[in-house]
């Protein structure tokens, strides 16, 4: 019984400790580095989207939702930063001639930067949030955009192989047929 007693605390101490684990946000413990620019442009042109208008922001309790990053509009970029009430704020960029249409927006070197808040995030944390919008630096690039698949960059359809040449599973028959034949 005493010795039970004895191991107890190290236990509670260490699941303690461990809870903390994993709790890390992407990007964090990032030395602020600049992200490398011919990476950016890589990956960002893989997805269609123009290397000079990938823009991050930081804003308190919110976190990079990756699954959002994309395209906005021909080639600029988006992405959604959620917390854990479901509040979103989402980032927008574009080329500098929509400039002046948004009401949480930076113009910045080569683009306009807007941000939207949704699930009750307020005007003052939309505020902060648009003073904390910056290029991604390299620990933030890892995380925000992925490595580009080789096979899918080079501009030609992906062969698979296994498909038929014709029949079931071949290629669509599109052709018209000629009425009364």
Request: some cysteine; hydrophobic content about 35%.
């Amino acid at each position: 019984m005493i010795r039970a007693v004895r191991v107890l605390p190290p236990l509670l101490l260490a699941a303690t400790l461990l809870t903390g684990c994993g709790t890390e946000k992407a990007g964090s413990g990032d030395s602020g580095a600049p992200a490398d620019q011919a990476e950016l442009a890589a990956k960002a042109k893989a997805l269609g989207i123009a290397p000079e208008l990938v823009y991050v922001t930081d804003a308190a309790g919110f976190t990079l939702a990756q699954q959002s990053v994309g395209v906005q509009g021909d080639d600029g970029f988006s992405a959604a930063y959620t917390d854990r009430t479901g509040a979103v704020i989402h980032l927008y960029t574009d080329h500098l001639r929509y400039a002046g249409q948004h009401k949480y927006e930076v113009t910045e070197k080569d683009c306009v930067v807007w941000l939207e808040g949704e699930g009750g995030v307020s005007d003052a944390v939309l505020g902060k949030a648009l003073r904390a919008v910056h290029r991604p630096t390299a620990g933030e690039l890892d995380t925000l955009l992925p490595t580009p698949d080789p096979a899918f960059t080079d501009g030609e359809p992906v062969q698979r192989g296994d498909l038929p040449t014709n029949g079931d599973g071949g290629p669509p028959d599109n052709s018209v047929p000629t009425p009364g034949l």
